[in-house]
């Protein structure tokens, strides 16, 4: 309440907002056509104010942030429309007075950091160029700041990392390094192009945190674009609802979140899952796909794929204005918003478990290590010391046949590392894997032919796993001719056609490339990859993180009706809580290569007894902003610490807030606290019996 007082009394100290989008149309020019990116788009951002801009990948969100920077590509044009920043047309400026504005009064956070990134500069000379050309600062002064930077987002060991280059670091690291590079100059515009996706929920907390105080504090005004609907709720002050290159809704965030006038923000809601909800019924999904915006319809652009539609649904409509800035975009609004008409998706049946719990594991991993030797920091170009990074650290835990044991924690802490020793597409440093019943960790490679046809794997990025020479069809047929299942290539063909309708894809798309398919698509030809050798045990690394709230429920439904029809056992690797509780039977927590907590996925949520867990969890946004106003999140305080020199005890000490002495010098065992629910805290006991506070 006291943010939103804040930004009242800053915004009536000017009539005039900072920034005002004013009827944007932008056109590309393409060989198939013309595409209509963005149409008739207004709206204002105030200073200090938060706005969202939500929906789905194609809806015109980057395309309107591009147009406001002055980056759009060559084929690419404003048909119509202003851009006005503090009264000044930004499309009237010329290349150089927009290369001023550009950095120092308005920064963009880029979705893609390693796109974004310059892969032949250093990451110190990329955080220390906009503070050398716009704020004229010395090269100590430029440097000086960017260690600050670095500390502000979380990245540890600064020193090193300023001399590195992008390719050294991994993902979540990448995108600080582009939210470093934003916040450098302090401008008054951030336009944030999905600026967490790759983070993890503490440093995407923090972050946040880091960016809603400058937002508070300097005046500074902040435009997010995502499809994270629970940082939506957490952040915005407005939101803006983008479908096929419209606005269908906007309004403050208790309209959108609370009484959403429009079909297709209903739908957004209602497609996500909710930390705070327990596994039921299937997610709501909305079928289909967007209009192509090469040919939209004259009417309601979201039409075909509403279940409500009505006739008169096939003629234009504007936006109606339905009182105190909230505004949508559809023909039966006044009965949406009289409870008249009741919004509904389809959605499954109710989600049973296929665990077979009291069964003989299908995969045991018992004290598992992943060490690495790198490059010791400060060792010359010559030189050949070497530092151990110890990725995975006597991990263990095992996966009944039918279940699903979820593994989250934090970027580094060794959750893709153990999928990867899993797979056996690294070799594990010492401990034992063993599926259904056999030892497979040093298994040679013409030994594990026959267990990789039973263990397959589903990539968090499939546009990057999957051969863009190949079409759709070679892709899944490649496993089933390398076998030889399916030798005569008409009856491989057939498959592939049934494999893509298993996985909600037509036959025909067999014939297309990667690139031809839609993000959400080409996940689901990963999962179709994946069935080909009809496996036992697939391991799904993020396979959801990447794709768009919609899409994301349509592919997490499938993966469950899979499980339920072929009796499938997932280890499913993600940073996403809410996704983990609502797909997992298990879920284990990961922290610098070990296991805090493992427990019953509600059990998990409902009682965690390790401080780490906890923090997840208060870190974690829920899409309700009367919730999150509620919980006041606290988000973890500290770096993690870097994996080449861990701290000595539990590895989790530095950042705890109730760590005693015996946690700094001994390592905790994991142990059954109930019903096997596993803990590695030396204070358990303590917090299961309530004696102490974990966010003390």
Known sequence: MEAQVQVQSRAAQSSVPLLAVEDLHVRFETSRGVVRAVEGVSYTVNRGEVVAVVGESGCGKSVSALTIMRLLAKTGRVTHGRIMLEGRNLLELSEDDMRAVRGHEISMIFQEPMTSLNPVLSIGAQIMEPLLIHLKMTEEEARARAL??????????????LSQYPHQLSGGMRQRVMIAIGLACKPKL???????????????????????????????????????????????????????????????????????????????????????????????????????????????????????????????????????????????????????????????????????????PILEVTNLKKYFGVKAAGAGIFSNEMATVRAVDDVSFAIAPGETLGLVGESGCGKTTVGRVVLRLDEATGG?????????????????????????????????????????????????????????????????????????????????????????????????????LEPELIVCDEPVSALDVSIQGQVINLLEDLQTRLG???????????????????????YLGRIMELADRDEIYKRPLHPYTKALLDAAPIPDPRIERARAPRALRGEIP?????????????????????????????????????????????IQRGEVLQGA
């Open 568 to 590: 499938l056992t997932f280890l499913f690797i993600a940073h996403d809580l809410a996704v983990v509780r609502h797909i997992s039977d298990r879920v284990a927590v990961m």
């Open 148 to 161: 600050e930077l670095m500390q502000q987002v979380g990245i540890t060991d600064g020193e090193r990392r």
């Open 642 to 686: 870097s994996p080449l020199t861990p701290p000595s005890g539990c590895v989790f000490h530095t950042r705890c807030p109730i760590a005693l002495d015996v946690c700094k010098q001994k390592v905790p065992e994991a142990r059954d606290m109930s019903k096997g629910h596993l803990v590695a805290c030396h204070r358990a006991e303590e």
């Open 432 to 532: 034992t894997i063993k599926f259904s019943g056999t030892d497979v960790t040093h298994h040679s490679g013409r030994e594990m032919r026959g267990v990789r046809r039973k263990i397959q794997v589903i990539f968090q990025d499939p546009y990057s796993s999957l051969n863009p020479r190949m079409t759709i069809g070679e892709i899944i047929a490649e496993p089933l001719k390398v076998y030889g299942i399916v030798p005569d290539k008409k009856a491989r063909a057939a498959r592939v056609g049934e494999l893509l309708t298993q996985v909600g894809l037509f036959p025909y798309m067999a014939e297309r490339y990667p690139h031809e398919l839609s993000g959400g698509q080409r996940q689901r030809v990963g999962i179709a990859r994946a069935l080909a």
């Open 190 to 360: 951030i336009i944030a192009d999905e600026p967490t996706t790759a983070l993890d929920v503490t440093i995407q907390a923090q972050i946040l945190e880091l960016m809603k105080n400058l937002s508070r504090e300097l005046g500074i005004a902040l435009v997010i674009i995502t499809h994270n609907l629970g940082i939506v709720a957490r952040y915005a002050d407005r939101v803006n609802v983008m479908y096929a290159a419209n606005i269908i809704e906007k309004g403050s965030a208790d309209d959108i979140f609370l009484q959403p006038a429009h079909p297709y923000t209903n739908g957004l809601m209602r497609s996500v899952p909710r930390l705070d909800e327990p596994r039921g019924t299937k997610l709501q999904t909305i079928e289909g796909l967007p209009p192509d915006l090469r040919m939209p319809p004259e009417g309601c652009r979201f039409a075909a794929r509403c279940p409500h539609k009505l006739e008169k649904c096939l003629k234009p409509i504007e936006l109606i204005d339905l009182g105190k800035g909230h505004e949508a975009r559809c023909h039966r609004v006044d009965e949406i918003m009289s409870g008249a008409l009741k919004v509904e998706f389809p959605s499954g049946p109710a989600v049973t478990s296929q665990a077979h719990i009291g069964d003989k």
